[in-house]
């Protein structure tokens, strides 16, 4: 594989990679503030990321649209500060006003930065219809490596900063009360300052909106209108909805599973990094293989591999789990590429809108996923919540390879040959 030259690709690459690393940190964070700071239930957990995920969701389409339009420096480079600032904010006030609300208030404005963020860096990092494939494939992978950072580095750097009271308890035996914990946010936000370098490279990088309309014309009028295809399209979306509930619905939870059975931060971080990095370099062997084999076996395979290792991964207590979590961080993670590349390919427009829809939809099934298993967690148990979704990614694996062929055709944004040109690198 031929690594991208240019710098537009690069700088929004290395914006994937910074902004994933603090989205994919959100679940850690809020099982940390809920053991050390303001006690919180699994519903509440649930919905917090929920509705994090859902913003995030439905930001994308609009995000992606306007991003088609002006080259969305702004909103890439925007889109990561306030990703990053807003989450810094919504601790600040966990701990100063012990306040659920207040807390979900900035959470959500983080949301919207996610969102906006996302469609432009897909859009920019598939600019070149020679290497699209391949450049895609390398853009998620650097957004699914710092998906597999982020909660290791956070949970390593919040264990240092708080109490095992519950290790003395338990260690003594008969106490009725656990002692009380503690704990500090500190690191997250000296961590929030090293975003600032990509935040700067994206500025320096982009186009800007004059540019990007030379360059691709102000609109995506131009495009080619075409029937939309129905029928691959509400199966598409089934299977996104079903898949929502493994990736990224299940791994909002990993870190509160094993929180119940007296793992530090530090483990439970890990965990959750085991998933996400598994995932982030097989997208790039599954993109390979789907030129092969086609999507729909690659997707359709890849589920139906990952349901023994969630469901095992549910009463997992030793070492094993992160086996597991390898596992099914790998086989579920291996359809994201595949999912957006089809997005792009089904529907007319330019790549912006394409790629808000198919990650926005991605997003917002995890949302309606993560919240369902919260719920299922608090009636349940949350070990049963990991066998149901074991369960439901057996059917939804069956439904991949049932998905209909469609012809893989993709209208030009304009009337030039993309394959033989270079975007300059800076505005």
Not at 231 to 250: Q, T
Not at 328 to 357: C, D, E, K
């Amino acid at each position: 594989m031929v690594l991208p030259r240019s710098r537009l690709f690069w700088s929004v690459s290395i914006g994937h990679l910074v902004i994933d690393i603090f989205n994919a940190s959100v679940a850690v964070q809020l099982t940390f503030v809920s053991g050390h700071i303001l006690s919180l239930t699994n519903t509440q957990i649930g919905f917090a990321i929920s509705l994090y995920q859902l913003v995030s969701a439905l930001s994308q389409p609009f995000a992606g649209w306007l991003a088609d339009r002006t080259g969305g420096r702004s909103l890439g480079a925007g889109g990561v500060a306030a990703t990053v600032s807003m989450q810094a904010l919504a601790l600040l006030l966990a701990v100063t006003t012990h306040n659920y609300a207040l807390m979900v208030v900035p959470l959500v404005l983080a949301a919207v930065g996610n969102g906006t963020y996302h469609p432009v860096g897909t859009m920019h990092a598939s600019s070149n219809a020679a290497t699209r494939s391949g450049d895609l494939s390398i853009f998620f992978m650097m957004g699914q490596l710092g998906a597999g950072l982020g909660p290791a580095i956070t949970g390593m750097l919040l264990d240092r900063f708080s109490s095992a009271n519950a290790v003395f308890t338990q260690a003594l035996g008969g106490f009725e009360v656990r002692l009380v914990e503690h704990g500090s946010i500190t690191p997250i936000l000296v961590m929030a300052l090293f975003a600032l370098p990509s935040i700067l490279y994206m500025l320096v990088s982009m186009p800007s909106r004059d540019l990007f309309h030379q360059q691709n014309g102000a609109s995506v009028k131009g495009t080619t209108r075409r029937r939309l295809p129905m029928m691959p399209l509400l199966m598409l979306g089934a299977m996104v909805a079903m898949r929502g509930l493994v990736n990224p619905g299940m791994v909002a939870f990993l870190p509160r599973l094993f929180q119940s059975r007296g793992w530090s931060p530090a483990e439970y971080g890990l965990v959750t990094s085991s998933f996400w990095i598994a995932g982030a370099f097989v997208g790039l062997i599954a993109g390979q293989l789907a030129v092969r084999f086609g999507d729909r076996l690659v997707i359709g395979v890849t589920l139906l591999i990952a349901s023994p290792a969630v469901f095992l991964l549910g009463s997992a207590t030793d070492a094993s789990a992160y086996l597991l979590a390898i596992i099914a961080g790998a086989s579920s993670s291996a359809s994201h590429p595949l999912i957006v590349a089809m997005t792009q390919r089904l529907l007319p427009g330019g790549r912006g809108l394409a790629s808000g829809v198919g990650l926005g939809s991605i997003f917002g099934m995890g949302a309606l996923g993560t919240l369902v298993i919260g719920a299922l967690s608090d009636s349940l148990g949350i070990e049963t919540a990991f066998r149901i979704i074991a369960v439901v990614t057996v059917f939804n694996g069956l439904l991949a390879l049932r998905l209909p062929g469609f012809a893989p055709t993709e209208p030009p944004v304009t009337g030039r040959d993309e394959s033989r040109e270079v975007l300059p690198e800076a505005a």
